[in-house]
C-alpha cells in the first residue's frame, strides 16, 4: 500500500523558518515528479512547489518564489519543502504528491499519490 507522510508542520512567527519532509513508502518513486500543494482554510488547495525526478528542473509558485525550497532525496523515497521568511499568509495545511509525469506541473489532477497533509500555522 502506497502512503505520504508529511512532516516537520507546526506553529512558528512571521519570519521563522520550517522545514516539511515527506516520506514515501509501499513503492519506490525514484522516477517520479514530486510536489507539494497547500489549502488554507476556506480555500482551494493550490501548488506550492515541484521537482522533477533527478532534482533538475523545479517550479515555484510566485508567492513562494526565493523563499521557499524544494528538493529530494531519491536514496530516502523523500521529498523536502524548505519554508523561509514565513508570512502569516502560508498558514495552511501542506500536502506532498507524487506525479508520472516526466515534467513538473502545477496542476493539481496531474498527480496520483497525495499524504494527509501537516498544518503550518505562522503567526504575526
Known amino acids: 500500500q502506497v502512503q505520504l507522510v508529511e512532516s516537520g508542520g507546526g506553529l512558528v512567527q512571521a519570519g521563522d523558518s520550517l522545514r516539511l519532509t515527506c516520506a514515501a513508502s509501499?513503492?519506490?518513486?525514484?522516477?517520479?515528479?514530486k510536489g507539494w500543494f497547500r489549502q488554507a482554510p476556506g480555500k482551494e488547495r493550490e501548488f506550492v512547489a515541484a521537482?522533477?525526478?533527478?532534482?533538475?528542473?523545479?517550479n515555484y509558485a510566485d508567492s513562494v518564489k526565493g523563499r521557499f525550497t524544494i528538493s529530494r532525496d531519491n536514496a530516502k523515497n523523500t521529498v523536502y519543502l524548505q519554508m523561509n521568511s514565513l508570512k502569516p499568509d502560508d498558514t495552511a495545511v501542506y500536502y506532498c504528491?507524487?506525479?508520472?509525469?516526466?515534467?513538473?506541473?502545477?496542476?493539481?489532477?496531474?498527480?496520483?499519490?497525495w499524504g494527509q497533509g501537516t498544518q503550518v500555522t505562522v503567526s504575526s
Open positions: 504528491a507524487v506525479s508520472s509525469l516526466e515534467y513538473v506541473s502545477a496542476t493539481r489532477s496531474l498527480y496520483d499519490y
Open positions: 509501499g513503492r519506490t518513486f525514484s522516477s517520479y515528479v
Open positions: 521537482i522533477s525526478w533527478n532534482g533538475g528542473s523545479t
